[in-house]
């Protein structure tokens, strides 16, 4: 043990190398792991664990700022900024949540990012059979050209796109945000789909096709199926790239009546700017779908975005 | 291959293909050709239209002298609108502006992300609710986080005032993001918040796709955890780190929505960034030609740096980072 102990030492700090032979009493779990002593693993954890509770203070402190704004009004926020709200001032929140500013974004984003999902889905999913499964001249070029589309910038495009969009007659028309999203958002759903696609055997097409299967009833009974996991993934980041874009609903929607949550929050600190309780409960609120969809898709969310990250 | 299944319909259908094959095999292949036309064909059009040709349109655009009325652009003007970004200081302070951005994250926003991450991987109580919890900044979308930090940073009701008033800094607690000094370094503060978290958890997948064994055999042989982490850990964190590197920079190349809530390129142009120099020309001024020049420019320095940068640095391990990250989870 005690040669464990002098090989796992020097990277530790000085301080806790010297006290570590007075107190080499090793909890039992210690002594499992003979390059984890007892005392200096407890110095370290404490260090470990005041810095990971410095770094949660930091993220959650902005946050816990807006909600407990949100119970306070402006006089309470000058003069308490980090106390509890006293008296807790519900009308925020409550007038709010009957207002019809807040619930036509939120119906808004949902149709946006759901019709979005859906076509950029299907049109990708189709396009990525294609590129995994067929060998054909020009596949690569083809295929390049959507990977190079990766590296476009959004606001490249969002001029031309503007006066297109204009001269078709999908300004104020949620069309106009719906196609250009989805088409935005085919090179890295294709290029994850399409490895996806290219892990499932060939002997699961051939069997298929014996069985009778067209290349269509293939695509739809049996790789569909298969890839849920997946389109799983590939959906999740559609709705989340549709929930939080700005940029193109911004120029897309002068009718209030067609804002996404974007475009609502800013309007809405636009419109409140003198009052900051009520802006602060209402970016609060606008934050919950969030949260809520990444508590449920957590696992699509990251995982979609770590090999997302590096297929691009 | 030893699938009973194969081996029962197998004879049927060779039996019948063998027999009438030029007739088939051309009729098929027509169909094949019809299969792939019908399936590319949504895909083609959606991208050609509302991905390409915008592209090609701004930079068609750029060559002209336009206020986006009347159909098109008729104005030819040649390369003037680049000769005049040379001389224009908002233009040339936005590189500038988006170098010093590119440098902080380098320089600080991933390697504390690395720390985190690292510090994530230790044995901690709770480290599964930090991980959740860290990453959450990031689902907040760039509004609703410029927006929650315009409050945070506000010079009476914030809190950043009252938190710096804590040090005895009463002066600077009131203009984070109205004093031209301050504000690149707040709105970096605030992009911290925002991103660190998603290069979080890329390196988090990196280093779990790095055995154990590894380590641990490196500390046998006497390294201490740092010499461990430095020579051991941080080398196969390689790939990982290049995209990082990669896509910190692009995103920051390309900045836009985070600006434009917290501070709208103020004050006095001193937090704008190509994006927003470029959408305040095109939407505000109708100085549509000009700002499509800025916006080739911003698409060349993305191309440039994503071909040089992927063909110098990341080319010889993008096949390795591929799979380490599929075999994560």
């Known amino acids: 043990m005690s040669e464990g102990v002098g090989a796992a030492a020097p990277g530790l700090s000085d301080a806790s190398t010297k006290s570590r032979a007075a107190r080499g009493k090793a909890s039992p779990k210690g002594a499992a792991r003979p390059s984890k002593p007892g005392n200096t693993a407890r110095v370290r954890s404490l260090v470990l664990h005041a810095l990971v509770l410095v770094i949660a203070a930091i993220i959650i402190v902005p946050i816990a700022f807006g909600v407990l704004g949100g119970f306070k009004d402006n006089g309470q926020l000058s003069n308490n900024p980090f106390g509890l709200p006293s008296p807790w001032v519900t009308s925020n929140y409550t007038d709010i949540l009957v207002a019809e500013e807040f619930w036509r974004p939120l119906f808004n984003s949902t149709l946006i990012a759901v019709a979005t999902t859906v076509v950029v889905v299907g049109v990708s999913a189709a396009a990525a059979y294609i590129f995994a499964r067929f060998a054909f001249r020009g596949r690569e070029f083809i295929f390049t050209l959507f990977a190079v589309g990766l590296m476009f910038p959004f606001a490249v495009a969002i001029l031309p796109l503007f006066i297109l969009l204009r001269t078709l007659g999908l300004l104020n028309n949620p069309l106009g945000v719906i196609l250009p999203q989805a088409a935005f958002g085919l090179p890295v759903t294709i290029i994850i789909l399409r490895s996806f696609f290219r892990t499932i055997p060939a002997e699961v097409e051939e069997a298929a096709t014996l069985d009778g299967c067209t290349p269509f009833g293939f695509f739809w009974r049996v790789l569909l199926p298969m890839a849920r996991p997946a389109l799983a993934t590939v959906s999740v980041l559609a709705i989340v790239a549709s929930w939080n874009n700005f940029m193109l609903p911004l120029v897309v929607f002068n009718d209030p009546s067609w804002w996404t949550v974007p475009i609502g929050v800013r309007q809405f600190q636009g419109q409140y700017s003198d009052d900051t309780a009520k802006v602060l409960a209402y970016v609060v609120l606008a934050m919950v779908p969030a949260l809520g969809f990444y508590a449920i898709a957590e696992r699509q969310l990251i995982g979609g975005l770590a090999t997302g990250a590096t297929k691009g | ?329």
């Open chain 2, 1 to 329: 291959m030893s699938h009973s299944a194969d081996q029962i319909t197998a004879p049927r259908p060779s039996q019948t293909a063998a027999a009438p094959a030029p007739v088939k095999s051309q009729k098929r292949q027509g169909r094949r050709w019809l299969t792939i036309t019908l399936f590319l064909l949504p895909a083609l059009v959606l991208f050609g239209v509302l991905v390409l040709l915008p592209m090609l349109l701004a930079m068609y655009t750029s060559f002209f002298d336009w206020n986006g009325l009347g159909g098109r652009p008729t104005d030819f003007i040649g390369l003037e609108n680049f000769q005049r970004l040379l001389t224009d200081d908002i233009f040339l302070g936005d590189l500038k502006r988006g170098g010093l951005l590119i440098v902080l994250s380098l320089l600080i926003q991933l390697p504390l992300s690395l720390g985190i991450a690292m510090l994530l991987n230790q044995k901690l109580r709770g480290r599964g609710f930090y991980r959740l919890l860290f990453f959450v900044p990031y689902v907040l979308s760039e509004v609703i986080t410029g927006v929650l930090f315009t409050m945070v940073f506000s010079p009476n009701r914030g809190l950043a005032e009252h938190i710096f008033g804590w040090f005895g800094f009463d002066d600077v607690g009131s203009t984070w993001l109205s004093d031209p000094n301050t504000v690149m370094y707040s709105l970096f503060f605030v992009m911290t918040w925002k991103y660190f978290g998603f290069h979080m958890i890329l390196y988090l997948a990196g280093r779990q796709s790095i055995p154990n064994e590894l380590i641990e055999a490196a500390q046998v042989d006497g390294a201490g955890s740092w010499q461990a982490f430095r020579h051991v850990t941080l080398p196969l964190l390689g790939p990982t780190i290049r995209i990082s590197i990669f896509l910190a920079v692009i995103g920051t190349i390309q900045l836009f929505d985070l600006v434009w809530v917290l501070t709208g390129g103020g004050p006095l142009h001193a937090s704008e960034t190509l994006a927003v120099t470029m959408f305040n020309d095109g939407f505000r001024r109708s100085d549509i030609g000009y700002a499509s020049a800025t916006s080739i420019v911003m698409l060349l320095i993305s191309l440039v740096f994503a071909l040089g940068y992927q063909r110098f640095i990341m080319r010889r391990d993008i096949e390795g980072a591929i799979t380490v990250m599929q075999d994560k989870k």
